[in-house]
């Protein structure tokens, strides 16, 4: 059975730093490319970043851009998201997925984990 | 605000067919890109629910179905049961974003009346 498991989320103040895991099980980890996709409270869901399993090439939304880093331990069968200078609009659940169809144009998100709350306030 | 368009809201009695719309453009479901559909129940992750436009993962009921044309994709539930009040999201792939290619839809409450 599939399962994915985020933690490290919590309540940090604005400019902090946060960094999310996500356990992996119940499949061939280093065999599919990951995502972290985000929904704020009340709003739809945003996709936040791609890792690919072949070469770890790494994708990131514009809002999240050189303050959020996507990494995975293929040994350990998890993913995290190191967040920096986090901002009150960065305020959400996030949840870790596993991607299908390839890395490319085709991909979609086959498993999700149950979400861990990042909350950005002073 | 997102480069797929969806109806805020949709509604139906039981038993009715309702279709959640999703409205893109020539760069992502126009350009002949997948267009996947996912079933957000309240206070749980999504589920994937249609994937490559018109396919079901095992499991899923055969009341869901999806189909695409041109620029637009939609997704049917025929014989609306109590349990498909959620939000459905459709997601696919544009070319013209330059940063993270994969794309949510703006999403759409089923409410069961």
């Known amino acids: 059975e599939v399962q994915l498991v985020e933690s490290g989320g919590g309540l940090v103040q604005p400019g902090g730093s946060l960094r999310l895991s996500c356990a992996a099980s119940g499949f061939s980890f280093s065999s599919y490319a990951m995502s972290w996709v985000r929904q704020a409270p009340g709003k739809g869901l945003e996709w936040v970043s791609v890792?690919?399993?072949?070469?770890?090439?790494?994708y990131y939304a514009d809002s999240v851009k050189g303050r959020f880093t996507i990494s995975r331990d293929n040994s350990k069968n998890t993913l995290y998201l190191q967040m920096n200078s986090l901002r009150v609009e960065d305020t959400a659940v996030y949840y870790c997925a596993k991607g299908v169809g390839g890395s490319g144009s085709s991909m979609r998100l086959d498993y999700w984990g149950q979400g861990t709350l990042v909350t950005v306030s002073s | 605000q997102s480069v797929l368009t969806q109806p805020p809201s949709v509604s139906g009695a039981p038993g009715q067919r309702v279709t959640i719309s999703c409205t893109g453009s020539?760069?992502?479901?126009?350009?002949?890109?997948?267009v996947h559909w996912y079933q957000q129940l309240p206070g749980t992750a999504p589920k994937l629910l249609i994937y490559g436009n018109n396919n079901r993962p095992s499991g899923v009921p055969d009341r869901f179905s999806g189909s695409k044309s041109g620029t637009s994709a939609s997704l049917a539930i025929t014989g609306l049961q109590a349990e498909d009040e959620a939000d459905y999201y459709c997601?696919?792939?544009?070319?013209?974003?330059?940063?993270?290619?994969?794309?949510f839809g703006t999403g759409t409450k089923v409410t069961v009346l």
């Open positions: 890792i690919t399993n072949y070469d770890g090439r790494t």
């Open positions: 997601q696919s792939y544009d070319s013209s974003l330059t940063a993270l290619s994969w794309v």
């Open positions: 020539s760069s992502n479901i126009g350009a002949g890109y997948d």
